[in-house]
């Protein structure tokens, strides 16, 4: 591999590097430099001011890490050869390509396709242009490869892209129970049968670290102010393509003015969606909501401001289904509040969020011992691993209905 290496200075990890060719070549790429104007926590700034970091950030803090526990677990016997190391550097770097603006709250407003299948399109594109170098890559990041470990940590329970994001996010956001051990866990990883292991000695890193992700999620990813911003952008795009599609003509930034003119549905050419997809970022979205905050639809003027000026939605958790009785009450207040140019359906919303912190029904975290023996975490840990799934169901709605 090179020896000439790029450098980047990180703020969480200090010195991240990239080597000269083909992993150079891909972060120079278009595609890849979109990502420092992507944010990777979407509008979680209006909770944490500092959570301004980018999907490039990211990228690269995973990059770094990946290239971390190559080292660690070639020292430790694992066969990893050198064109293997660069394709699995390439498929972490180009984990999160597919993000489009403002990351989930958009995955489906926009396009009907997850950000993981959009990774997959854009690695394909990037394929071709550098004459099949990535082959190996995608067959990493699909798990088609036969080193199932080298996917693990593309994709998997304990992956180079959540123990970055935990630690990355903990950071910016100031939130200290996003801590984790990420470089203890990674000097504790091996290989066993050829799959990922922790040695015995890290269990209480990973109890830490499946912990600490718990937290975050209720705490900054599932933060009720968050939810609601990026309910009122949802609906802010929904009802711009109801009025786009109604004929309206609205202020609008090309490449999404596109997806706003076509349904989201399945009849879009997917080179031609991939055109404009690579060339949307945050700033379109932002530059379309201070448009529209004077745009002569109502709701969509009013959904427009409180994005701007930051007059959000209250949001209400519930451990039950939002009570259809109080929703009807709230939408039948709309009109008394707001007038009849506001439309219900865009200023009461109800929906729901789930997290599991640690799915025990596929590719469980093992632990290997000093004995020889495997064992899944869940078998082995004396502290609960919350692997039910948590539903909270959510009502949005103006405060001034209250």
């Not at 959540?162 to 203890?184: C, H, K, P, Q, W």
Request: aromatic fraction near 10%.
């Amino acid at each position: 591999m090179n020896s000439r290496k790029k450098i980047f200075n990180d703020p969480v990890y200090g010195f991240v590097s990239v080597p000269y060719g083909l992993l150079l070549d891909i972060v120079d790429h278009p595609y890849f430099q979109r990502l420092r104007r992507i944010r990777q926590l979407g509008l979680t700034s209006y909770v944490y001011p500092g959570a301004l970091h980018t999907r490039f950030h990211h990228a690269l803090g995973a990059l770094h890490l990946m290239q971390e526990a190559i080292e660690t677990l070639r020292s430790k016997g694992a066969e990893i050869s050198d064109e293997e190391a660069e394709a699995v550097n390439i498929a972490i770097l180009l984990h999160d390509i597919g993000h489009g603006p403002f990351s989930h709250a958009l995955e489906h407003a926009l396009l009907d396709k997850h950000h993981e299948q959009l990774s997959s399109l854009f690695m394909e594109n990037l394929n071709r242009e550098f004459d099949g170098r990535l082959t190996l890559a995608i067959s990493i990041f699909s798990d088609e490869y036969p080193k199932k470990f080298l996917h693990q940590m593309v994709s998997g329970q304990l992956d180079m892209d959540r123990l970055d994001y935990l630690n990355r996010d903990s950071f910016f956001t100031g939130v200290s129970e996003g801590v984790i051990s990420y470089d203890r866990i990674i000097k504790m990883l091996a290989v066993h049968n050829g799959e990922l292991v922790v040695e015995e000695k890290g269990i209480y890193s990973i109890e830490k670290f499946l912990i600490a992700r718990r937290l975050m999620y209720w705490q900054v990813y599932l933060h009720k102010t968050g939810v609601s911003a990026e309910q009122m952008l949802i609906h802010v795009l929904k009802r711009a393509r109801e009025l786009t599609l109604n004929g309206v003509h609205l202020e609008v930034p090309r490449h999404l003015a596109w997806f706003l003119k076509n349904e989201k549905g399945g009849n879009i050419e997917p080179i031609e969606s991939l055109f404009h997809f690579a060339l949307l970022d945050d700033n379109d979205v932002i530059a379309a909501i201070k448009n529209w905050s004077e745009a002569e639809d109502y709701t969509l003027s009013f959904l427009s401001k409180g994005l701007l000026n930051r007059q959000l939605f209250r949001l209400e958790w519930s451990n039950k289904p939002v009570a259809a009785a109080y929703l009807d009450e709230l939408r039948r207040r709309v009109e008394q509040t707001f007038g009849g140019e506001a439309l219900p359906d865009h200023f009461v919303y109800t929906g729901s969020e789930s997290n599991r912190t640690y799915d025990d029904a596929k590719d469980q975290i093992k632990i290997l011992f000093k004995n020889g023996g495997v064992l899944p975490i869940t078998e082995c840990s004396d502290v609960p691993l919350y692997t039910q799934i948590v539903t909270k169901y959510f009502i949005c709605y103006p405060k001034k209905l209250a």
